[in-house]
T-cell receptor
Framework: QKEVEQDPGPLSVPEGAIVSLNCTYSNSAFQYFMWYRQYSRKGPELLMYTYSSGNKEDGRFTAQVDKSSKYISLFIRDSQPSDSATYLCAILDDKIIFGKGTRLHILP | NAGVTQTPKFQVLKTGQSMTLQCAQDMNHNSMYWYRQDPGMGLRLIYYSASEGTTDKGEVPNGYNVSRLNKREFSLRLESAAPSQTSVYFC???????????????FGPGTRLTVL
């Protein structure tokens, strides 16, 4: 089983909708969980990271970790066309392990 | 402050040719990384350098060599390119590697390599 599983999409939603992006992971010992955003033809950039379980909010973005089900989520409220990108979840093992990324399209 | 820079941006090679991808960072980071990104495969670590003078293999090191030239620069060399090495290559850096502690990685813009 892969360390981190992520649906590659693409996911298309209308502008203003709430977006939910999800990943599952295999090892309950993982403590750090990250979300990177990657625009087309650019390098990934860190969006948010959380330590252990619970929620973390930053503006329109909320990262959520459910350690009991080994599930991590990123919610985007009031989605904008500028949010169109690939979103990669990642966990910290002895190295950072990335999911394959979900392509998100916000339709104007 | 340019962050992480990579050269070249694009490259086309023939099978068997060699080339070196260059990476530099100006954030005084100790640790640097090389990844490749392929459709459907995500980002995979090729090699990393935890600090100047050290290098270690990542998940997919075969066919590559690296050199940590100094604290700023970390190069990736393909000695005999193969079509399977067609990919987008990203360099990244972080302040340091501390076991079990997350340090944000900052990525360069990537090098798009095609091997014919």
């Amino acid at each position: 089983q892969k360390e981190v599983e992520q649906d590659p999409g693409p996911l298309s939603v209308p502008e203003g909708a709430i977006v939910s992006l999800n990943c599952t992971y295999s090892n309950s010992a993982f403590q750090y969980f990250m979300w990177y955003r990657q625009y087309s033809r650019k390098g990934p950039e860190l969006l948010m990271y959380t330590y252990s379980s619970g929620n973390k909010e930053d503006g329109r973005f909320t990262a959520q970790v459910d350690k009991s089900s080994k599930y991590i989520s990123l919610f985007i409220r009031d989605s904008q066309p500028s949010d169109s990108a690939t979103y990669l979840c990642a966990i910290l093992d002895d190295k950072i392990i990335f999911g394959k990324g979900t392509r998100l399209h916000i339709l104007p | 402050n340019a962050g992480v820079t990579q050269t070249p941006k694009f490259q086309v090679l023939k099978t068997g040719q060699s080339m070196t991808l260059q990476c530099a960072q100006d954030m005084n980071h100790n640790s640097m990384y090389w990844y490749r990104q392929d459709p459907g495969m995500g980002l995979r670590l090729i090699y990393y350098s935890a600090s100047e003078g050290t290098t270690d293999k990542g998940e997919v090191p075969n066919g590559y060599n690296v050199s940590r030239l100094n604290k700023r620069e970390f190069s990736l060399r393909l000695e005999s390119a193969a079509p399977s090495q067609t990919s987008v290559y990203f360099c990244a850096s972080s302040a340091r590697v501390v076991q079990g502690i997350y340090n944000e990685q900052f990525f360069g813009p990537g090098t798009r390599l095609t091997v014919l």
